[in-house]
């Protein structure tokens, strides 16, 4: 099953990502993770994306688009996929279209998440992730048992450097400007699946799931 979770920043996309890859096998894409990874080893990739996240704007798409490129032709890939994250743009679509295609592959579902804007906040502000492991908290809905400290690996938690409230709504706007469009984009291609995003990590998944198995 080949897979995009398409939603604002905050939505739940990571969240629900990870579970997806549990059912169903197959890897979650992170453009956002990807460009993290790079910007911590300092690859000449990372070097150039760093700027760009730190003020809350897209990173241009050609360095994005590699990205992807590279990482759906890996073996793990076979089965399916979840881009989480990408694509974000018009142009970031139609290139992932022809990626595709000349793969011999489609995209199957685009599962579009949506909360409203202070649910969004209250997210993005309280996040928290793990340093050594990588496993996502919430400082009040999903909160680890000892503060700073992952319980899966005893990890420092940290805060993204993009969640800070000014970056939020930066991020916000570029995602309403830029990425909202690919909801009409995939609507008109019949691959779009909505799902309200509000409710319980599990309610939501439940959603998805229904979803994708055509039960709603
Ligand atoms: P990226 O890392 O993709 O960030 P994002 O899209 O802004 O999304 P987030 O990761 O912030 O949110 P999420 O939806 O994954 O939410 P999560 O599950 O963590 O991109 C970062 C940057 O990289 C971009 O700004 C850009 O610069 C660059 N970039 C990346 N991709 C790019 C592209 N394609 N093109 C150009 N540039 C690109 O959940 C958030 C919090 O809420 C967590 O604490 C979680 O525990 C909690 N939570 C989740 N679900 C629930 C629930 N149901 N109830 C209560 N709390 C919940
Ligand atoms: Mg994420």
Redesign the pocket.
């Given at each position: 099953m080949n897979l995009i979770?398409l939603?604002?920043?905050?939505?739940?996309?990571?969240?629900?990502?990870k579970l997806l890859i549990d059912r169903f096998g197959i890897p979650q894409i992170?453009?956002?993770?990807i460009?993290?990874a790079a910007v911590r080893d300092l690859t000449p990739m990372g070097v150039k994306?760093k700027g760009?996240?730190d003020a809350?704007?897209?990173?241009?798409?050609e360095?994005?688009i590699g990205i992807?490129e590279e990482r759906l032709a890996q073996p793990d890939c076979q089965k399916g996929f979840i881009l989480?994250?990408?694509?974000?743009?018009v142009p970031?679509a139609d290139a992932l279209g022809k990626v595709l295609s000349g793969m011999g592959k489609q995209i199957d579902h685009v599962v579009s998440?949506s909360v409203d804007k202070d649910e969004l906040l209250k997210?993005?502000t309280?996040?928290?992730a793990c340093s050594k492991c990588g496993a996502?908290?919430?400082v009040a809905?999903?909160p680890s048992k000892v503060a700073g400290v992952c319980d899966a690996c005893g990890g420092d938690l940290f805060q993204?450097e993009?969640?800070k409230e000014a970056t939020i709504l930066n991020?916000l706007a570029?995602?309403e400007a830029q990425t909202a469009p690919l909801i009409s984009y995939y609507g008109a291609a019949g691959v779009l699946r909505s799902v309200d995003?509000?409710?319980?990590?599990e309610?939501?998944q439940a959603e998805i799931l229904a979803v994708l198995q055509g039960a709603r």
């Open positions: 979770l939603g604002p920043p905050g939505v739940g996309k990571g969240t629900q990502a992170s453009t956002g993770d460009l993290r994306a760009f996240m809350g704007a897209l990173v241009p798409d360095v994005v992807v989480d994250g990408f694509p974000r743009t970031q998440l997210r993005l309280g996040r928290r996502g908290y919430h809905f999903a993204r993009d969640d991020r570029v995602y995003g509000l409710g319980t990590v309610g939501v």
